[in-house]
């Protein structure tokens, strides 16, 4: 039997958990918006056509922000194009996408619904065909109270108070060549100075997220980020970053280790960011902005696949379904945002329904829970307060890419106010159960055990369906509290969750 050991201290945290982290994505592709979480005419819909069935998911998936409209199709949107009476809306060719694009759904639709969904908008703008012109009227649009043309034409539009969108994004992508209106790094930096100037003229509390690479894997990876924040460090306040786990060899131990590769990620790019912060011997600090991650390589369109024929409406495609191994997967990634809390502020499950999402969708039917929505769920609702230092003493085994990996990989949580610890652990071995105890000081006598819930017990391609939700968690009972510590018994290839109270 193989036994790992983890201890923490409450008074020693990594950094404060953002509510921001548990953050999702609705972009303008397939059925995301169209048939997922807007179907007028659908038997579940409210009278603005939002799915009642997906807004329950949503809320009970515990989404706090929602990033939106792009992705990228927002290198290419006028936002002009999605306000006013939907009636005389213009339908327009998507080159992100090659798709028809309706706009029967545009800005103030989302914030209605984002309302409706208990979240906070996370709104970007188009710096590929558009620049900062567009970025100031939007949001003059938007944030705005009144006595202008454009925040007037708001109100006429049925909104007298203003949106308050506090959280911006300043495009999307801009490295990669598939972007429409793609720069080189200087370009965009500047470009991202010069909007994030006009935008913080128009609303002070404006919060600025840039683009960095869109990926490690891109060549320009680390000399984007750098000459991208040299151009625009004192404007902005996060650099994002976008990561997507793939499995094509069927290689699932090397799969398993990709949150490891996430958080030496999150480290390369907070060194990047200091390092342009120590050459202009500024006292700021970037945060990150984790704005778009998730496992997607089987339903990803690749070459010439990614052109669509005939330039449909709200297509079935990029729908990715997830099996065990990629809840594992999605379950260590959210360590790796929680365990570098201090400067990962913001985080987004890209995406939201149907496309490489949590949330599937019948047109005109059913909605449903895919296997990575549960782990999203147990951290969205309950990593709470600060994520704590922990020293891990486990197994270990030995990745091609990354080396020597621990099989366990956790995160502790600690709410003071609540008086609560969370505990979220990972066994990566896939044969063999791991006795697991934790030691956390700083609680100890009053320590006691409140609930328990395991992802356990499916093969590692088992999936859930339209016609039933066969994987989902169960209560975990192995676990008992004494003298401070957890003593637990993890399950081969399995996701834990722990909630412990103190007085
Ligand atoms: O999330 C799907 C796509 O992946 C987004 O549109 C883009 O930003 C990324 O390449």
Not at 197 to 204: E, F, G, I, S, T
Not at 212 to 220: A, C, D, I, L, V
Not at 336 to 356: E, F, M, P, S, T
Request: hydrophobic share 40%; aromatic share 10%.
């Amino acid at each position: 039997m193989s036994t790992a050991r983890i201890v923490a201290d409450l008074d020693f945290p990594i950094g404060e958990i953002d509510r921001r982290l548990f953050g999702s994505f609705v972009e303008h592709i397939g059925r995301c918006v169209y048939t997922g979480i807007f179907e007028p005419g659908h038997p579940e819909a409210d009278a603005r056509g939002f799915r009642r069935d997906v807004l329950a998911l949503v809320r009970e998936l515990g989404v706090t922000l929602v990033r939106y409209p792009g992705g990228n199709f927002l290198s290419g949107y006028n936002w002009e194009d999605g306000v006013g009476p939907a009636e005389k809306r213009p339908r327009r060719l998507d080159l992100a996408w090659f798709s028809t694009e309706p706009n029967s759904f545009g800005t103030n639709e989302f914030i209605d619904w984002c309302r409706a969904a208990g979240t906070e908008p996370f709104f970007c703008v188009n710096l590929g065909t558009r620049g900062p012109d567009d970025a100031r009227r939007l949001l003059e649009y938007c944030n705005h109270a009144g006595g202008t043309e454009l925040s007037e034409l708001r109100r006429a539009h049925g909104y007298p108070a203003p949106h308050g969108i506090r959280l911006w994004g300043l495009g999307n992508e801009m490295d990669g060549p598939w972007q429409m209106g793609g720069k080189t790094a200087y370009e965009y930096g500047r470009l991202a100075r010069e909007t994030a100037k006009l935008m913080r003229w128009v609303d002070p509390a404006v919060e600025l997220a840039a683009c960095g690479s869109s990926g490690r894997e891109m060549p320009s990876f680390g000399a984007w980020d750098y000459e991208v924040l040299d151009q625009c460090y004192e404007q902005v306040d996060c650099l994002s970053l976008h990561q997507y786990f793939t499995n094509f060899d069927g290689d699932d131990v090397e799969f398993l280790a990709a949150p490891d590769l996430m958080d030496r990620y999150i480290r390369e790019v907070v060194a990047v960011c200091d390092a342009v912060g120590a050459k202009h011997r500024s006292s700021k600090k970037i945060m990150l902005a984790f704005d778009e991650y998730n496992v997607w390589w089987k339903a990803r369109p690749t070459g010439k696949l990614r052109k669509l024929e005939g330039w449909p409406e709200a297509p079935a495609f990029n729908e990715e379904i997830y099996n065990f191994a990629d809840a594992l997967v999605l379950g260590g990634a959210l360590l790796a945002l929680l365990n570098n809390a201090d400067r990962v502020k913001i985080a987004c499950l890209a995406q939201l329904v149907n496309v490489i999402a949590p949330i599937m969708t019948e047109p005109g039917g059913k909605a449903w829970r895919q296997t990575i929505f549960f782990p999203f769920a147990h951290v969205a609702n309950l990593a709470r307060g600060v994520a704590l230092r922990q020293t891990v003493e486990s197994e270990t085994f030995v990745s091609k890419t990354l080396g020597e990996l621990d099989y366990v990989l956790s995160s502790i949580c600690h709410d003071a106010a609540a008086k609560r610890i969370s505990i979220f652990a990972l066994n990566r071995h896939l044969t063999e159960p791991i006795d697991l105890a934790v030691e956390l000081r700083g609680a100890a006598g009053s320590l006691r055990f409140e609930n328990g819930e395991v992802l356990a017990g499916f093969g590692l391609e088992s999936v859930n369906s339209a016609a039933g939700e066969a994987i989902h968690p169960s209560p975990q009972r192995e676990a008992t509290v004494t003298d401070g510590a957890l003593r637990t018994r993890l399950p081969p290839a399995s996701w834990n969750v722990f909630t412990l109270s103190y007085d």
